[in-house]
């Protein structure tokens, strides 16, 4: 291979030589350029832009239940609108895609609808009140679809747009119905728990009525007083056995009958009779009067003799033995006292001894049954404010997405570039025929400029004689020309089979050209 070329002139002569494979290539992808660039179909662009703005009410007075970043929400919603459904009866009821519908399945134009609609938030910088950090929040966003047909991309474009806000709208009311429900449900829980738990301390204290917490003073002083009664008790009991002792020995110095004492009495009466009939006759009142009282002795001795029981007579010893009978009584009766008395001590020591198990149930009762209130007035707080901000979301005073810029009808389509596709395929061409050539140039050893020659052989030349084409090189040179050319005609072929394929059908490729040729 020969050395790099560095003479303008022997460019010149490299172009005069080879014109066709710079031609050639450059045209035709200028060409082609050219008419991609005009007959690829118009696109057009219609924009909606939607603000968000802020719920009326400050916060402060009325929180709202929807709480998620405003970005997270955007995205649900158009994941919502994106959908099969949705685009799918948009694209029957506008008729959408003509052109693929023979070829293409729903799917491929949903997919392809979604692929023509685009989404972009408008952010701005701010500063966060809590932390003071700098950051960035979304304002706004803007809401595109893009078509051949600029009124129905108009028309589309409404569609979504109607769509996003109709979704926002059920989106927020449905999470405050949700929530409300939710709150609700929780609240029935708890009520059942909260009605349980008053069950159970209600039968926990009657079980427990006399061990309950604020029963200890009762208990203490009720003990006290028992404690006191039982040495009272103790004290009577001790009286009445010194009592009882007492009439024990005054019994055993008593006789418990008479007949020895009326025996004495007799044999007194019988000497007072003596000493009285001595003195007086028989018919003198102390002789009768005495007379009378020993017969009558007399008398009750026989009737005593003649009794198989016998019964204390003495009055005095009976006197005593009822009296000694009521302090045994009275004694039994204190007895009884003073054993209820220590029965009820023993009941209030337990009651007071149990008191501090019992304490620790009932406290763990009441506290959780004043934790499940604590729940109860916490999700009641919850659920007003979750139904004043249902309120706020009906009547669209909350955070609310507001269309301030309405889809408008495009005047010119933004897309396909037509001049930048034309310089390009220009340069392109350029480039192909700059190519062809050097590959062309650099792949042939034959040397055509006597410098070139002295350069390469470092031996002056004499004369130069110019190329003499024979017929063999005639039919070479023809040749190639014809394989370029077959190869341009190829190159075509399979363009235009791939444009009619993938772009546009060749049919209505050539009804286009005509219209515009036409206009």
């Known amino acids: 291979m020969e050395e790099s070329t560095t003479n303008p002139k022997e460019y010149l002569d490299i172009v005069k030589r080879r014109p066709w494979s710079l031609i050639l290539p450059a045209a035709t992808v200028f060409c082609a350029a050219v008419i991609l660039a005009f007959m690829l179909p118009s696109i057009y662009l219609s924009e909606a832009t939607i603000f968000i703005e802020a719920q009326d009410v400050p916060a402060e007075y009325v929180a709202s239940t929807v709480t998620s970043y405003v970005e997270q929400r955007i995205q649900a919603i158009h994941q919502r609108i994106m959908s099969y459904t949705p685009l799918l009866r948009v694209i029957n009821e506008y008729g959408l895609y003509p052109e693929m519908r023979d070829k293409y399945t729903s799917e491929e134009l949903v997919e392809k609808m979604r692929s023509d609609t685009k989404l972009k938030p408008v952010s701005t910088d701010i500063v966060d009140r809590r932390t003071g950090r700098p950051g960035t929040a979304t304002i706004a966003f803007v809401l595109s679809y893009e078509g051949r047909d600029p009124q129905k991309v108009q028309k589309v474009n409404n569609v979504l747009v109607s769509l996003f806000l109709e979704q926002n709208i059920k989106e927020r009311v449905k999470q405050v119905e949700e929530t409300s429900a939710f709150l609700e449900a929780e609240i029935e829980k708890i009520k059942t728990e909260l009605t349980a738990f008053d069950g159970q301390i209600a039968a926990f204290k009657e079980g427990h009525i006399n061990e309950l917490p604020e029963m200890i003073v009762v208990n203490l002083q009720s003990l006290s007083n028992i404690e006191r009664h039982i040495e009272n008790v103790d004290q009577q009991l001790s009286s009445l056995k010194e009592r009882e002792g007492y009439f024990h020995s005054q019994l055993a110095s008593l006789n418990p009958n008479l007949e020895n004492e009326s025996r004495v009495r007799m044999e007194e009466l019988k000497l007072q009779l003596v000493a009285l009939t001595k003195r007086f006759s028989d018919e003198y009142p102390d002789v009768k009067k005495t007379r009378a009282e020993l017969a009558e002795l007399k008398k009750q001795l026989a009737d005593s003799n003649s009794t198989a029981a016998r019964l204390p007579d003495n009055p005095a010893y009976i006197t005593l033995s009822a009296q000694l009978a009521s302090i045994k009584a009275e004694l039994a009766s204190v007895k009884q006292q003073k054993e209820r008395l220590q029965a009820e001590a023993a009941e209030y020591k337990r009651r007071i001894a149990a008191m501090p198990a019992v304490e620790s149930q009932y406290n763990d009762l009441i506290s959780m049954r004043k934790s499940t209130q604590f729940k109860y007035d916490d999700l009641m707080a919850k659920l007003m404010e979750a139904r004043v901000a249902h309120g706020l979301e009906k009547e669209q005073k909350g955070e609310r997405f507001t269309l ?53 052989t470092s031996f002056p030349v004499l004369a130069f004689v110019p190329v003499i084409a024979t017929n063999l090189d005639s039919s070479q040179q023809r040749l190639r020309l014809l394989l370029l050319i077959v190869a341009a005609v190829i190159a075509l072929a399979g363009g235009l089979v791939f444009f009619h394929f993938q772009v546009m059908d060749l049919n209505v490729f050539w009804i286009k050209l005509l219209r515009r040729a036409a206009i």
């Open 404 to 456: 301030v810029e309405a889809p408008r009808l495009p005047e010119k389509p933004y897309k396909p570039n037509r001049l930048a596709i034309t310089l390009i395929g220009l340069v392109l061409g350029l480039g192909a025929g700059v190519g062809t050539l050097a590959f062309r140039e650099l792949t042939d050893d034959a040397v055509y400029s006597a410098e070139r020659l002295i350069r390469a």
